[in-house]
């Protein structure tokens, strides 16, 4: 086969079995409802205990953290995750695993060149794209705001 | 000329190989052949690294113990494995005290080390060692994503086998310490250097589609140069995986051969790969290092397989480089061994 690179790249995907994306996407979508569904539960039980809206929602996420965290800490998390796939990654259970999973792994070479410089690797991308992207917003609703609603809010 | 085999004038034989696994890999069809296994992959360290150090260590001292050398005899020792700056062969060998050359090529190192190793050996050295591993855990960290980080991987990805090989080779036949039980020897009559090659693939999850082009490369100049596939009871490749094993047969077909009959491939003979998570099969220089120490070699010197090519394969993947919007290219070196029978 002696092909140009192009037809042999396109020859190697064409032919490499492609992931069950039917298959991905349904049980992430069961899996993702369920954990937000889960999530809703936690908060009703919070509202319910006396809770305020606010610190309702608050607890909520820190518990599905919590979980999240303690799950990778016993190793379920990825045995999970590798069937539910961007049910658990999207919600922010896949938030705290990558924080997890990373700093679990980098425990070896201590707590500033291991843990403090790698537990980010991850989840970093996120946090700096996340952040910029609130930033960028919040520049634009200022100036949206200035321009269209003088002496408004 | 420099594309061509070169054909030992001296012989090398292969007087003892050992081979160390993870619990995978022990779980896995050839779980019975390795030497030594650890049921939690860390062989008593607190580290990965030194896991994979320390099976280093130990399938040597296995390889040693079999051929019956002292380590003060080995005039020295070819190894090497996936991280960085080698480290798993640096620290893992440093106690034998044997004049050491570490390696990369990437999962190629089993077939590297074999070759240096054999040329060494014909050139005036006694005895030499090869030795090669790649650990899961230490590689999967190096290379990828934290071994607890909840991922989904894709059908054409590749496991890292979590296993050492360690080869001992001499110069003289009566060297070599047989039994009953060993119908020939296994004897290193050529081998052939890769070239690296690259055809443009940039996918991490398809290091098999990266490494077979190499793979046919090599094979192709073996064949060429006047050796039929025919000839071969088995042509095993390192560790293509089930994409990589079936581009090359695609390949070599092409050029009007057919290895479809006696090719394996070690990522494929290590684990069984339906219904588990190894998905395409095994891969790491520990893969076809393991494989060729344990079930090959063993069937070698029973008599079972009298003429084997060895294809280790690599895919010399940098993360950082793929980044970089570049290709990962492949590599595949070649030994050809044959079964001289005992008297």
Known sequence: MNTDNKTYKKYAAGRAKKSPILKNCASAFASGGAICAAGHGLRRLFIYAGLSDDNAGMLTSSALILIAVLLTGFGVFDTVAKHTGAGTLVPITGFANAVASSAIDSRTEGLVPGIGAKIFTVAGPVLVWGISAGAVWGIVYFLVGAVFMKGGT | ?343
């Open chain 2, 1 to 343: 000329m420099s594309r061509l085999p070169i054909r030992l004038e001296k012989s090398v034989y292969i007087a003892a190989s050992a081979s160390a696994a993870g619990k995978n890999e022990k779980e896995g069809p050839l779980g019975d052949c390795f030497d030594l296994t650890s049921d939690d992959d860390r062989f008593g360290q607190d580290t990965w690294e030194k896991a994979e150090s320390e099976m280093q260590r130990l399938a040597l001292d296995a390889a040693l113990g079999k051929a019956g050398y002292g380590q003060d005899s080995l005039d020295a020792v070819f190894a090497g494995d996936l991280l960085n700056q080698c480290v798993a062969s640096n620290y893992g060998l440093m106690s034998f005290g044997i004049p050491f050359f570490g390696l990369y090529g990437a999962c190629s190192t089993a077939a590297e080390s074999l070759i240096l190793a054999s040329l060494l050996c014909g050139a005036g050295a006694k005895r030499c060692a090869a030795v090669t591993s790649s650990h899961f855990c230490s590689a999967e960290r190096q290379f990828r994503f934290p071994l607890e980080y909840g991922g989904q991987r894709t059908p054409t990805a590749q496991w890292t086998v979590t296993a050492a090989g360690a080869f001992v080779l001499t110069d003289d036949r009566e060297d070599v310490r047989t039994d009953a039980s060993v119908k020939a020897i296994p004897r290193i009559a050529a081998v052939m250097p890769g070239i690296v090659t690259d055809r443009g693939i940039d996918d991490l999850s398809n290091m098999g589609a990266a490494m077979a082009p190499a793979a046919a490369d090599t094979l192709t100049r073996y064949f060429s140069a006047g050796a039929d596939p025919g000839e071969f009871d088995l042509i095993v490749t390192g560790d293509l995986g089930r994409e990589g094993a079936e581009i090359l047969r695609d390949l070599i077909a092409s050029t009007g051969r057919d290895i479809r009959r006696n090719h394996v491939d070690c990522g494929l003979l290590i684990y069984d790969c339906d219904g588990t998570d190894r998905h395409a099969g095994g891969s790491g220089c520990g893969c076809s290092a393991a494989v060729m120490a344990s079930n090959i070699l063993s069937n070698v010197r029973a008599g079972v397989l009298k003429r084997v090519l060895f294809v280790g394969t690599g895919a010399l993947m940098s993360p950082l480089t793929v980044n970089q919007k570049g290709t990962i290219p492949g590599i595949a070196h070649l030994c050809d061994i044959t079964g001289e029978v005992t008297k």
